[in-house]
């Protein structure tokens, strides 16, 4: 077994002091203890990043953007396109990842279409798709301007934002009547098609809905969706929130938000609101959230950079690592990373001095207990 000293450690939202991590693909021991093993490292510690949302490998550094591969163009209803099979894993992007500790990505289908298809959770360490996939995390969603602004692409395409919703309503209602109709005997399992089975697996709450938007009245949108059609969302950007009442209306229903990209221009109007003075908003509302990139909006690698936004509003040292670790593996059902725990994934950093500070760097980066040079 190999151990690090964690001269600070920040995890599951606390600071903790000279500590001794003992892992092998797992952690094994966690201790203030001083262990007879090596010691192979010593500095601040944190658990690996989880970057919420971005897409990665599809849209690729050093290519030209007709390389882009994050929407497919041919059907705007299509939920059985998978982001693993556009992702290619020698994108120079997910070197700087791993420096940057985002061990673990979510990379998704992009926003031109009502339905973009499944988000898949990566391993940013790995050479291969087949080594990187972890785990299927939901299907890709989009409401507002994006859906409404790819009239040129094949396929029948929504000029409004009531034209996506449309759209969407079409598919739910006939899936609801389908699992109707299998359960009065009328049909059989085997008589259903693929594209029709994903939504009636979304309406029986097996698949959940990761739902871009960024205005508050396309937060409503989905609410009353939720409301008619009784499926599980998770709202991804919400940038141009910027009064109280949606998140309240989000807590008290319980739909999380994954946050961001802070730092990246607002370039449309659905983003005219936005703004890094927001974050007190969020914070204060009590709703929950983790952070996401959007690579290549924001580099993946400046992630952890965006996080001070929070901290000029109050936001301690271990809240904030929290955001990129415990709280996305929680609100996307990542059972084994977040924190630095007995029988999780050793997958976590050694920095050589405060990680909040812009100078520091890896000493060591441990990847599913396999040790990393930076």
């Known amino acids: 077994m190999k151990y690090v000293k964690a001269s600070t450690l920040y995890n599951n939202g606390k600071i903790l002091k000279d500590v001794y991590i003992g892992f092998e693909k797992d952690i094994v021991e966690l201790s203030t203890n001083k262990p007879k093993g090596e010691i192979i490292s010593e500095g601040f510690v944190t658990p690996a990043f989880i970057d919420a949302h971005a897409h990665i490998g599809m849209a690729r550094a050093g290519e030209p953007s007709g390389e882009d591969e994050a929407n497919e163009h041919m059907d705007p209803i299509y939920p059985l396109v998978n982001a693993l099979h556009s992702v290619y894993m020698d994108d120079t992007a997910f070197r700087e990842s791993v420096e940057s500790n985002v061990l673990y990505t979510v990379v998704l289908p992009g926003s031109g279409n009502p339905i973009g298809g499944k988000a898949v959770l990566l391993r940013t360490f790995a050479s291969n798709i087949k080594d990187a996939y ?32 449309a759209l969407l309503r079409e598919r739910f209602i006939k899936a609801r009547k389908l699992l109707s109709m299998i359960e009065a005997g009328k049909k059989v399992q085997d008589e259903i098609e693929p594209l029709d089975e994903v939504f009636m697996r979304i309406l029986k709450g097996e698949e959940r809905l990761m739902t871009h938007l960024h205005r508050e009245d396309d937060a409503y949108v989905l609410m009353s969706l939720i409301d008619e059609f009784g499926f599980k969302a998770i709202i991804n950007h919400g940038m141009d929130f910027y009064r109280p ?10 739909i999380p938000l994954i946050y961001g990209p802070l730092d990246s221009h607002p370039y449309k109007v659905e983003l005219k609101h936005e ?49 990129l670790t415990r709280e996305p593996a929680e609100i996307l059902g990542i059972n084994n990373l977040g924190t630095i725990e007995k029988g999780k994934l050793a997958s976590f950093t050694v920095w050589d001095k405060d990680p909040f500070e812009l100078d520091s760097q890896p000493r060591l980066i441990v990847a599913e207990g396999n040790t990393l040079n930076p």
């Open 134 to 165: 972890v785990q299927d995390i939901g299907i890709k969603t989009a409401l507002g301007y994006n859906p409404r602004s790819t009239k040129e692409w094949e396929g029948k395409r929504p000029s409004t934002r009531m034209g996506a919703i």
């Open 245 to 254: 009442e949606v998140l309240r209306e989000m807590k008290a229903r319980g």
């Open 275 to 323: 703004s890094w003075r927001n974050c007190k908003l969020i914070m204060d509302s009590g709703v929950k959230f983790c952070m996401m990139s959007d690579h290549p909006v924001i580099l993946q690698r400046n992630l952890f950079l965006t996080m001070r936004h929070f901290l000029k509003f109050g936001m301690t040292r271990e809240e904030a690592v929290a955001k």
